[in-house]
């Protein structure tokens, strides 16, 4: 079996293919390395930058909470460039989000050469490219029926073949990955620190399950159809289908299912509706000034604040509503997409680097947290708290001795006094237990697909006719 694997591996590694898979993938890996270094040092820069200036002068209307960039981005960049970077946190929780960093706009649709992005299309379509001949082609020669005349049963030769694919697949990925990782060092000493190291171990043993996977169904296809070029079409027919089509259009799918109205569908028939609400009920406070029920500005106050309040509630609790619907058809596009192991692949990737869904979901749940603190806070300092943004109202009614009342709408107030306890919000990445913890599911389904191809593959050929 050795003897088998050894000649598979050096016939592959002399083949024309391999030289040229050697050389794009050093070029790719070199790219995205210098990528990852110029434009993570900036991210950082900013990152710090404002921090800092956060916390120079704080306040208790509003804060900006970032969110910390990933050493990890050159693994998968996720959603990074399409997430804001940050959110604009006011008192009882309401968000504004900070725009992203800039974006290629000029050529929006050609990915960066991130790790899984090489791994998942570049080295998937050289796995296919491999072993579509590993049976058929050997059967077309002759060569596999005098293999098998040796004494090396049917198992241990498709065992042979497969280890001399992963073997030739995994050698010149390895390579490039310790080529990204001197340069990317070079900038980011960061990335040599035990956690990071740990996360990319578990990467490349998620690689290797991906690659197994496109490894054995080359050889389950191989075996099942005798013909080279027709298995090289049935195998890049269900490549484009994995990799390409069904992530592409999962999210096509689950938009299909869910009939959620957008944002601005939502503002343009809410608004409206509590502006209408509130004013009507600030209207009959105003009868009561003219009438003399109400008589002083503090009572009138007391009396339209809680209106103003009540409609902030409604107006937030609709919001929060609409964006856990938005989830809900972003899980099901995510569920739907996991049909296909590119992308089990590509989810497990991102949750290794920090960089996908979950790290954005973990990000909003500090921030909830921290918003419990920001208010006790301000409830501490200024003796109430109020929400900003959303409703807002100027009213005036006369009383009865012809004086004029005003009604405004409540905003935050600024504490003008010592903030030196201000407390600070810390976002920090997942650890490696963490990130493990996320992509274990999908990397569970990816040792699955390898479990249920490897044992119809051997069944396949176990049954295969040689002649």
């Known amino acids: 079996?050795?003897?088998?694997?050894?000649?598979?591996?050096?016939?592959?590694?002399?083949?024309?293919?391999?030289?040229?898979?050697?050389?794009?993938?050093?070029?790719?890996?070199?790219?995205?390395?210098?990528?990852?270094?110029?434009?993570?040092?900036?991210?950082?820069?900013?990152?710090?930058?404002?921090?800092?200036?956060?916390?120079?002068?704080?306040?208790?209307?509003?804060?900006?909470?970032?969110?910390?960039?990933?050493?990890?981005?050159?693994?998968?960049?996720?959603?990074?460039?399409?997430?804001p970077s940050g959110y604009v946190l006011s008192p009882k929780g309401r968000l504004m989000p900070v725009p992203p960093g800039q974006r290629n706009f000029k050529l929006p649709d050609i990915p960066e050469p991130d790790w899984a992005f090489i791994i998942k299309i570049v080295f998937s379509l050289y796995v296919v490219l491999l072993g579509y001949s590993a049976v058929s082609g050997e059967k077309e020669q002759g060569t596999l029926r005098q293999t098998l005349a040796n004494p090396v049963g049917r198992a241990k030769l498709l065992a042979a073949k497969y280890l001399a694919i992963i073997l030739t697949v995994m050698t010149p990925l390895l390579i490039g990955m310790i080529i990204s990782l001197l340069i990317a060092g070079i900038s980011v000493p960061q990335i040599y620190i035990p956690g990071i190291l740990q996360k990319?171990?578990?990467?490349?043993?998620?690689?290797?399950?991906?690659?197994?996977?496109?490894?054995?169904?080359?050889?389950?296809?191989?075996?099942?159809?005798?013909?080279?070029?027709?298995?090289?079409?049935?195998?890049?027919?269900?490549?484009?289908?994995?990799?390409?089509?069904?992530?592409?259009?999962?999210?096509?799918?689950?938009?299909?299912?869910?009939?959620?109205?957008?944002?601005?569908?939502?503002?343009?028939?809410?608004?409206?509706?509590?502006?209408?609400?509130?004013?009507?009920?600030?209207?009959?406070?105003?009868?009561?000034?003219?009438?003399?029920?109400?008589?002083?500005?503090?009572?009138?106050?007391?009396?339209?604040?809680?209106?103003?309040?009540?409609?902030?509630?409604?107006?937030?609790?609709?919001?929060?509503?609409?964006?856990?619907?938005?989830?809900?058809?972003?899980?099901?596009?995510?569920?739907?997409?996991?049909?296909?192991?590119?992308?089990?692949?590509?989810?497990?990737?991102?949750?290794?680097?920090g960089t996908g869904t979950e790290r954005e979901n973990n990000f909003n749940e500090k921030i909830k947290a921290y918003s419990a603190i920001y208010d006790s806070y301000i409830l501490k300092k200024v003796g109430k708290v109020i929400a900003g943004g959303g409703i807002s109202f100027i009213g005036t009614g006369g009383t009865p001795e012809g004086k004029i009342l005003y009604v405004r709408s409540p905003s935050p107030e600024e504490y003008q006094g010592d903030k030196s306890d201000f407390p600070r919000f810390k976002d920090n990445l997942p650890s490696a237990v963490q990130s493990l913890r996320q992509a274990l599911l999908d990397m569970v389904s990816l040792v699955l697909w390898n479990l249920i191809l490897a044992t119809s593959a051997f069944a396949a050929f176990s049954r295969s006719d040689v002649r």
């Open 200 to 353: 990319l171990l578990l990467f490349f043993l998620l690689s290797f399950l991906y690659l197994s996977f496109f490894a054995l169904l080359s050889l389950l296809v191989s075996s099942l159809i005798h013909q080279s070029s027709l298995v090289l079409l049935a195998l890049l027919t269900i490549w484009v289908l994995f990799a390409v089509m069904i992530p592409n259009t999962s999210g096509i799918l689950a938009e299909r299912f869910s009939r959620t109205p957008s944002e601005y569908q939502i503002a343009k028939r809410l608004g409206p509706m509590l502006q209408q609400e509130v004013m009507d009920k600030i209207r009959k406070l105003l009868g009561k000034v003219k009438k003399g029920e109400i008589k002083s500005e503090e009572e009138l106050k007391l009396s339209a604040d809680p209106v103003f309040e009540e409609a902030q509630i409604e107006l937030t609790e609709y919001f929060k509503l609409y964006e856990n619907t938005m989830k809900e058809r972003q899980r099901m596009g995510r569920n739907i997409s996991r049909i296909s192991p590119s992308s089990l692949f590509h989810y497990a990737a991102q949750a290794v680097a």
């Open 1 to 83: 079996m050795l003897i088998i694997i050894k000649k598979e591996f050096l016939d592959y590694l002399q083949s024309i293919q391999f030289i040229g898979l050697l050389c794009f993938t050093v070029i790719l890996f070199i790219i995205g390395a210098v990528t990852f270094s110029g434009k993570y040092e900036q991210e950082l820069d900013i990152y710090t930058k404002r921090m800092i200036e956060n916390y120079k002068d704080p306040s208790t209307v509003k804060t900006t909470l970032y969110r910390q960039p990933s050493q990890l981005s050159f693994i998968s960049q996720g959603v990074e460039e399409y997430n």
